[in-house]
């Protein structure tokens, strides 16, 4: 029987899947397994199904010559080194398609909560602060009409686009090349970097982490953005540069970020980005819905078990080694 070594509890369909053909080791602890055990668990196993904060990367693979498929718990796999699974041939599997609706929804949630400053009048009204109505009290930004810049128009970035026709914005997208009809049915306009970071109000950001991505929005990119720009990020924290974020909130170049993703996960208390008020940050939980993360489990079980059969998976990173 195949061993497979799960990286976390997770939500029970996926984990039946597995248990009714595998024997499955779970990593109980609320904390990812430490990278040692990891490589130990992962030398003894058939299978492993990783999340996106577990370090899958060569030497891991190296030491774990039985080890024929891994799935990844997630859409994004910047946590695994594929050219280093392709040359060995395992494919890698990871969950795009289940994850998108629940992943716009929260963007958009991020939006408007940044846009009309929820969590900070929470705060306040937990602080004892509400005495009076006032005419300017805890003002924000109009959502609806506004321009909403969508840096990479893949499935989650057109979510997003088709919840923002809803509130009558104006969409320009960078990337998503084969999205023309899409974007024709959204009124939404390709634009290249520089217009999307002048001419927007709202920049959602929806790229997958790689080298071209890494600190996309870096202090040049805020510089060019509206000074009453709110910046959302639920793609990858290493896309924008934090420390030049932190600068530009600071000055007020840009008027706020709301932030899922950060750089590191988690963020340390001792990161300046806490001490603003005009940065709403999140642990990481765009897909956090109860039914999306059964559905993304079934998918990364259906995926290892595809795999351990040397069939096909749903979804593979890395295809050209299925079958071989
Ligand atoms: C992913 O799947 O890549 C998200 O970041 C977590 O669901």
Same mark, same amino acid.
């Given at each position: 029987?195949?061993?497979?070594?799960?990286?976390?509890?997770?939500?029970?369909?996926?984990?039946?899947?597995?248990?009714?053909?595998?024997?499955?080791?779970?990593?109980?602890?609320?904390?990812?397994? *430490?990278?040692?055990?990891?490589?130990?668990?992962?030398?003894? %196993? =058939?299978?492993?199904?990783?999340?996106?904060?577990?370090?899958?990367? +060569?030497?891991?693979?190296?030491?774990?010559?039985?080890?024929?498929?891994? %799935?990844? @718990?997630? #859409? &994004? @796999?910047?946590?695994?080194?594929?050219?280093?699974?392709?040359?060995?041939?395992?494919?890698?599997? /990871?969950? *795009?398609?289940?994850?998108?609706?629940?992943?716009? =929804? /929260?963007?958009? !949630?991020?939006?408007?909560?940044?846009?009309?400053?929820? %969590?900070?009048?929470?705060?306040?009204?937990? +602080?004892?602060?509400?005495?009076?109505?006032?005419?300017?009290?805890?003002?924000?930004?109009?959502? /609806?009409?506004?321009?909403?810049?969508? +840096?990479?128009? &893949?499935?989650? &970035?057109?979510?997003?686009?088709?919840?923002?026709?809803?509130?009558?914005?104006?969409?320009?997208?960078?990337?998503? %090349?084969?999205?023309? =009809?899409?974007?024709?049915?959204?009124?939404?306009?390709?634009?290249?970097?520089?217009?999307?970071?002048?001419?927007?109000?709202?920049?959602?950001?929806?790229?997958?982490?790689?080298?071209?991505?890494?600190?996309?929005?870096?202090?040049?990119?805020?510089?060019?953005?509206?000074?009453?720009?709110?910046?959302?990020?639920?793609?990858?924290?290493?896309?924008?540069?934090?420390? +030049?974020? @932190?600068?530009?909130?600071?000055?007020?170049?840009?008027? @706020?970020?709301?932030?899922? #993703?950060?750089?590191?996960?988690?963020?340390?208390?001792?990161?300046?980005?806490?001490?603003?008020?005009?940065?709403?940050? #999140?642990? /990481?939980?765009?897909?956090?819905?109860? !039914?999306?993360?059964?559905?993304?489990?079934?998918?990364? !079980?259906?995926?290892?078990?595809?795999?351990?059969?040397?069939?096909?998976?749903?979804?593979?990173?890395?295809?050209?080694?299925? &079958?071989?």
């Amino acid at each position: 029987m195949d061993r497979v070594f799960v990286t976390r509890q997770m939500p029970p369909t996926g984990l039946e899947m597995l248990r009714e053909a595998c024997e499955v080791v779970v990593w109980e602890d609320d904390l990812p397994p *430490p990278q040692d055990v990891l490589m130990q668990e992962a030398a003894q %196993s =058939d299978g492993l199904l990783s999340l996106l904060t577990d370090k899958v990367d +060569a030497a891991l693979m190296e030491q774990a010559p039985r080890l024929r498929v891994i %799935s990844n @718990y997630a #859409v &994004g @796999y910047d946590n695994i080194d594929i050219p280093a699974a392709t040359e060995r041939g395992i494919p890698v599997g /990871h969950t *795009p398609g289940v994850l998108t609706e629940s992943c716009a =929804d /929260h963007a958009f !949630a991020l939006l408007l909560a940044a846009a009309r400053r929820i %969590s900070e009048a929470e705060r306040y009204v937990r +602080a004892g602060k509400w005495q009076t109505w006032h005419p300017t009290l805890l003002l924000g930004q109009d959502v /609806h009409n506004a321009t909403l810049g969508i +840096a990479g128009f &893949g499935r989650i &970035g057109q979510a997003v686009a088709r919840r923002a026709t809803g509130f009558g914005m104006r969409i320009i997208y960078t990337g998503g %090349s084969s999205a023309g =009809d899409v974007a024709t049915e959204l009124g939404a306009e390709q634009v290249d970097m520089e217009t999307l970071l002048r001419e927007s109000d709202f920049i959602s950001l929806h790229t997958p982490l790689n080298a071209d991505t890494t600190h996309l929005i870096n202090a040049e990119a805020l510089q060019m953005m509206k000074k009453t720009a709110i910046l959302i990020n639920t793609a990858r924290g290493k896309v924008v540069d934090s420390t +030049a974020l @932190y600068a530009a909130l600071k000055a007020g170049d840009i008027a @706020y970020a709301a932030l899922d #993703v950060t750089d590191p996960e988690p963020i340390t208390m001792d990161d300046p980005l806490l001490t603003l008020d005009n940065c709403l940050i #999140v642990p /990481h939980i765009a897909s956090a819905s109860y !039914a999306t993360r059964d559905r993304i489990g079934q998918i990364a !079980a259906a995926n290892l078990l595809a795999g351990l059969k040397g069939e096909p998976m749903l979804h593979c990173v890395n295809p050209q080694v299925q &079958g071989k």
